[in-house]
């Protein structure tokens, strides 16, 4: 027992204090995409022709860059002559529809909006999601769960991962939907009460990611389900997967601390 | 013990197809049942399009790997399963990607539950509308026999899997496991590659295992382009995959710890983990180690002053873990649950092919990074760690031993970093070799991560084939749960931690 107190007295308290401050992320952390359109030579395709799952379309504006599909490797930063695209160290990346995940120069990125007034009177204070995981490569999961630890304590804010679908107030999906989880997270959806929400984690389960060529999966939680809020990478960092399930609670304000 | 039929070739070694004997069906059988029977493992039966079978035998004593291929006239054969047991999922894979079928195999089921690759119909007699995990299983009938039936969707953040036990009150009298749920068509996707996309989806075979998987990626594409690695650029990825493990073995110790009902290493270790997990994100910017290694080299090098940087770090980070995970071995009534459940032993680990740690947990010493060394393994050996006692506290302690193994190996070579400036960037890899094949295995943190490629005349893949190290274990668990009770599979389980997705491809 005397062994126990000690440790507990040598790892000390180590809870996060996020949304109060915010956590240090590694320098070479790769978040929001910043696009510097005046740098584009005309008619340069190059950082769209690297990138390995055409997150980028370029018009007359320049690039954009589609979040839902982007896996946050350096493959266009490098590719890039001129230095007109780069990952900031911003990290909050969640968005409500496919069309506002979609990066464009010059424009603010317009962050996942809060549920709405109803949905947030019956949820905000208590979220309770069960976690299907269809298809994904346990790197989503990996950072979903880390939220649980002592360090996120996911628990204080109110949001829980259950393990039943009828205690759940929504699904937090990963993975792509492979064809042979489909069946497995339409009942897991339907088994759900009404009102709910379901969050979509991950590049797989936005559009299918790294697979979004492959029959074998469907190109995401919307294929199957109504989705509610995404959130984008691969994996998603767990301070971004947080950012998005405050940002939805309505918890957060602009600058990602605490309302 | 040599067979002159097969042909020997070193971990990373690529061979012309002209050059890899070809022998008839029967010789092929001999070669491998002769091959098992003198201590050989089989770690890797595939077959190609064309009817065509592929071997690879590990002789892990001589540190050398044997191939042979055959091409079968019909697509149907004498099953190896019968008298090399080590065959069975493979055999089963066989019959399933390309419509081949291994007669008389003993337990005939699909794998994945997807539609065969080639022309030739589902053994099974499955079409794309059979659903997934609907099979035969085995049953036990009788009275206050029953059946629990638990999955795909799990209670916890798990990826999904179906597991059937047959029980007898509480004691199980055998564990089905019905996966393939993670399908989503890998080792097709890689099929006329090295594609843009290709590396990403080596890193995410298993997305725990990013660097096992994309090392045995890269030196794959190394081997078959003639092209060697230099030794600081070979420490780094050491360091990333020390890390990887290290960050694993410390979660799963908490995760066992947590299953034991002891929660004071299980939440230090939750928090644990992430101080792993940040220290590879500082090397490449991902927690999980995306985008770190390439082939030819590395994406994100490891300079000096990084390595300094991470010194301090990486020893508070052991210094924690230590105290966190001592607390476990002086708790009673955790090593009262560690040391009933679970037991396996060296013979069915032998027959079934296991690798890892649930073979190192019974005294079988595989370790890739000895029995085939790569990278920096060979110049910087690793000690390897073994428990004799195949339960739940063997694997929980081989865990343990190895983090200390890779906490030494890790400010080793974090002090030699800090003082080497670093490799220049890696020219992009020439043309890989055609009609070419080559072998190339790491050791991830759960065991042995195996990748073959066949290439075609322009020297794209012809068929590419992964071996995640749970593509061996699965059946293990199985085993291991037998006679234990229901309440005691989450800790066994956990103890194996064996992956979904890596299985699934």
Same mark, same amino acid.
């Given at each position: 027992?005397?062994? +126990?107190?000690?440790? *507990?007295?040598?790892? &000390?308290?180590?809870?996060?204090?996020?949304?109060?401050?915010?956590?240090?992320?590694?320098?070479?952390?790769?978040?929001?995409?910043?696009?510097?359109?005046?740098?584009?030579?005309?008619?340069?395709?190059?950082?769209?022709?690297?990138?390995?799952?055409?997150?980028?379309?370029?018009?007359? #504006?320049?690039?954009?860059?589609?979040?839902?599909?982007?896996?946050?490797?350096?493959?266009?930063?490098?590719?890039?002559?001129?230095?007109?695209?780069?990952?900031?160290?911003?990290?909050?990346?969640?968005?409500?529809?496919?069309?506002?995940? +979609?990066?464009?120069?010059?424009?603010?990125? *317009? *962050?996942?909006?809060? #549920?709405?007034?109803?949905?947030?009177?019956?949820?905000?204070?208590?979220?309770?999601?069960?976690?299907?995981?269809?298809?994904?490569?346990?790197?989503?999961?990996?950072?979903?769960?880390?939220?649980?630890?002592?360090?996120?304590?996911?628990?204080?804010?109110?949001?829980?991962?259950?393990?039943?679908?009828?205690?759940?107030?929504?699904?937090?999906?990963?993975?792509?939907?492979?064809?042979?989880?489909?069946?497995?997270? *339409?009942?897991?959806?339907?088994?759900?009460?009404?009102?709910?929400?379901?969050?979509?984690?991950?590049?797989?389960?936005?559009?299918?990611?790294?697979?979004?060529?492959?029959?074998?999966?469907?190109?995401?939680?919307?294929?199957?389900?109504?989705?509610?809020?995404?959130?984008?990478?691969?994996?998603?960092?767990?301070?971004?997967?947080?950012? &998005?399930?405050?940002?939805?609670?309505?918890?957060?304000?602009?600058?990602?601390?605490?309302? | 013990?040599?067979?002159?039929?097969?042909?020997?070739?070193?971990?990373?070694?690529?061979?012309?197809?002209?050059?890899?004997?070809?022998?008839?069906?029967?010789?092929?059988?001999?070669?491998?049942?002769?091959?098992?029977?003198?201590?050989?493992?089989?770690?890797?039966?595939?077959?190609?399009?064309? @009817?065509?079978?592929?071997?690879?035998?590990?002789?892990?004593?001589?540190?050398?790997?044997?191939?042979?291929?055959?091409?079968?006239?019909?697509?149907?054969?004498?099953?190896?399963?019968?008298?090399?047991?080590?065959?069975?999922?493979?055999?089963?894979?066989?019959?399933?990607?390309?419509?081949?079928?291994?007669?008389?195999?003993? /337990?005939?089921?699909?794998?994945?539950?997807?539609?065969?690759?080639?022309? @030739?119909?589902?053994?099974?007699?499955?079409?794309?509308?059979?659903?997934?995990?609907?099979?035969?299983?085995?049953?036990?009938?009788?009275?206050?026999?029953?059946?629990?039936?638990?999955?795909?969707?799990?209670?916890?953040?798990?990826?999904?899997?179906?597991?059937?036990?047959?029980?007898?009150?509480?004691?199980?009298?055998?564990?089905?496991?019905?996966?393939?749920?993670?399908?989503?068509?890998?080792?097709?996707?890689?099929?006329?590659?090295?594609?843009?996309?290709?590396?990403?989806?080596?890193?995410?075979?298993?997305?725990?295992?990013?660097?096992?998987?994309?090392?045995?990626?890269?030196?794959?594409?190394?081997?078959?382009?003639?092209?060697?690695?230099?030794?600081?650029?070979?420490?780094?990825?050491?360091?990333?995959?020390?890390?990887?493990?290290?960050?694993?073995?410390?979660?799963?110790?908490?995760?066992?710890?947590?299953?034991?009902?002891?929660?004071?290493?299980?939440?230090?270790?939750?928090?644990?983990?992430?101080?792993?997990?940040?220290?590879?994100?500082?090397?490449?910017?991902?927690?999980?180690?995306?985008? /770190?290694?390439?082939?030819?080299?590395?994406?994100?090098?490891?300079?000096?002053?990084?390595?300094?940087?991470?010194?301090?770090?990486?020893?508070?980070?052991?210094?924690?873990?230590?105290?966190?995970?001592?607390?476990?071995?002086?708790?009673?009534?955790?090593?009262?649950?560690?040391?009933?459940?679970?037991?396996?032993?060296?013979?069915?680990?032998?027959? @079934?092919?296991?690798?890892?740690?649930?073979?190192?947990?019974?005294?079988?010493?595989?370790?890739?990074?000895?029995?085939?060394?790569?990278?920096?393994?060979?110049?910087?050996?690793?000690?390897?760690?073994?428990?004799?006692?195949?339960?739940?506290?063997?694997?929980?302690?081989?865990?343990?031993?190895?983090?200390?193994?890779?906490?030494?190996?890790?400010?080793?070579?974090?002090?030699?970093?800090?003082?080497?400036?670093?490799?220049?960037?890696?020219?992009?890899?020439?043309?890989?070799?055609?009609?070419?094949?080559?072998?190339?295995?790491?050791?991830? /943190?759960?065991?042995?991560?195996?990748?073959?490629?066949?290439?075609?005349?322009?020297?794209?893949?012809?068929?590419?084939?992964?071996?995640?190290?749970?593509?061996?274990?699965?059946?293990?668990?199985?085993?291991?749960?037998?006679?234990?009770?229901?309440?005691?599979?989450?800790?066994?389980?956990?103890?194996?931690?064996?992956?979904?997705?890596?299985?699934?491809?």
């Amino acid at each position: 027992m005397m062994h +126990i107190l000690l440790s *507990r007295w040598r790892q &000390g308290f180590r809870t996060l204090p996020y949304p109060k401050a915010m956590p240090s992320l590694p320098d070479r952390f790769r978040g929001l995409p910043k696009i510097q359109a005046e740098k584009c030579p005309t008619g340069c395709r190059v950082c769209a022709d690297v990138c390995p799952t055409e997150a980028i379309h370029i018009d007359g #504006m320049g690039p954009h860059v589609n979040l839902g599909r982007c896996l946050f490797c350096p493959d266009c930063v490098e590719a890039c002559p001129e230095g007109a695209i780069e990952y900031t160290r911003d990290h909050r990346l969640a968005a409500s529809t496919f069309e506002e995940l +979609i990066v464009t120069p010059g424009e603010e990125y *317009r *962050r996942a909006e809060a #549920m709405g007034a109803e949905l947030k009177r019956v949820l905000s204070r208590s979220l309770k999601l069960r976690v299907v995981s269809a298809g994904g490569c346990n790197g989503c999961e990996v950072d979903v769960n880390v939220l649980g630890t002592l360090s996120w304590d996911l628990g204080r804010f109110g949001i829980q991962f259950v393990a039943s679908p009828r205690h759940a107030d929504g699904l937090l999906v990963t993975g792509p939907v492979t064809r042979n989880m489909e069946l497995a997270l *339409r009942k897991t959806y339907d088994a759900v009460p009404h009102p709910k929400v379901v969050i979509a984690v991950g590049a797989c389960a936005i559009q299918g990611g790294p697979y979004f060529r492959q029959e074998e999966q469907l190109g995401g939680a919307a294929s199957v389900v109504p989705v509610d809020l995404y959130i984008p990478g691969c994996p998603p960092h767990p301070l971004t997967i947080l950012d &998005g399930l405050l940002r939805f609670l309505g918890k957060l304000g602009a600058e990602g601390k605490r309302t | 013990m040599s067979d002159p039929a097969m042909r020997v070739i070193q971990n990373g070694q690529a061979l012309a197809l002209r050059d890899v004997p070809e022998l008839s069906s029967a010789a092929f059988r001999d070669a491998i049942l002769a091959g098992t029977r003198g201590g050989a493992r089989l770690v890797c039966l595939c077959a190609a399009p064309d @009817l065509r079978l592929f071997a690879v035998l590990a002789d892990d004593a001589e540190k050398r790997l044997r191939v042979a291929w055959t091409r079968l006239e019909a697509p149907r054969y004498p099953a190896l399963t019968p008298d090399c047991p080590q065959a069975h999922l493979f055999e089963r894979e066989i019959a399933e990607q390309f419509g081949i079928i291994p007669e008389g195999h003993p /337990w005939f089921k699909p794998v994945r539950f997807h539609q065969p690759w080639s022309a @030739l119909p589902s053994p099974w007699g499955r079409d794309a509308a059979s659903p997934p995990g609907v099979t035969d299983f085995f049953k036990v009938s009788g009275e206050e026999v029953h059946e629990v039936a638990v999955g795909p969707v799990h209670a916890g953040v798990i990826e999904p899997g179906h597991f059937r036990f047959q029980c007898h009150g509480e004691t199980v009298f055998h564990l089905e496991t019905a996966l393939g749920f993670q399908h989503r068509g890998i080792e097709r996707a890689l099929v006329g590659g090295p594609h843009p996309l290709s590396l990403k989806q080596a890193e995410t075979a298993c997305g725990d295992s990013s660097i096992a998987h994309a090392w045995a990626y890269c030196r794959l594409l190394e081997g078959l382009a003639g092209v060697s690695v230099p030794a600081r650029t070979e420490r780094v990825r050491g360091v990333a995959l020390e890390l990887e493990r290290a960050a694993n073995h410390v979660g799963d110790l908490g995760a066992l710890s947590g299953d034991a009902g002891f929660l004071p290493t299980a939440s230090f270790c939750g928090r644990i983990r992430g101080d792993w997990l940040n220290l590879s994100a500082e090397g490449c910017g991902s927690r999980l180690g995306r985008d /770190w290694l390439k082939p030819g080299g590395l994406r994100q090098d490891l300079g000096p002053v990084m390595a300094t940087r991470l010194l301090p770090r990486l020893n508070q980070a052991w210094a924690d873990t230590r105290d966190a995970v001592e607390l476990l071995w002086g708790a009673a009534s955790v090593m009262i649950r560690f040391e009933v459940a679970g037991r396996l032993d060296a013979t069915q680990v032998r027959e @079934l092919g296991m690798v890892g740690v649930p073979a190192r947990a019974c005294g079988v010493a595989l370790d890739v990074r000895k029995d085939h060394p790569f990278g920096p393994y060979r110049e910087h050996p690793v000690p390897i760690s073994v428990a004799e006692s195949g339960n739940v506290h063997s694997r929980a302690w081989v865990r343990w031993l190895e983090l200390a193994t890779s906490h030494r190996y890790l400010a080793q070579a974090l002090a030699a970093l800090a003082e080497s400036d670093p490799d220049p960037r890696p020219e992009p890899l020439p043309p890989l070799a055609a009609d070419s094949l080559c072998v190339s295995m790491t050791e991830g /943190w759960r065991g042995e991560v195996l990748h073959l490629a066949l290439t075609d005349g322009a020297g794209r893949f012809a068929r590419y084939k992964i071996v995640d190290p749970s593509f061996h274990n699965w059946y293990g668990l199985a085993l291991a749960l037998r006679g234990e009770q229901v309440s005691d599979f989450p800790l066994c389980n956990k103890s194996f931690n064996l992956s979904y997705c890596g299985h699934d491809l």
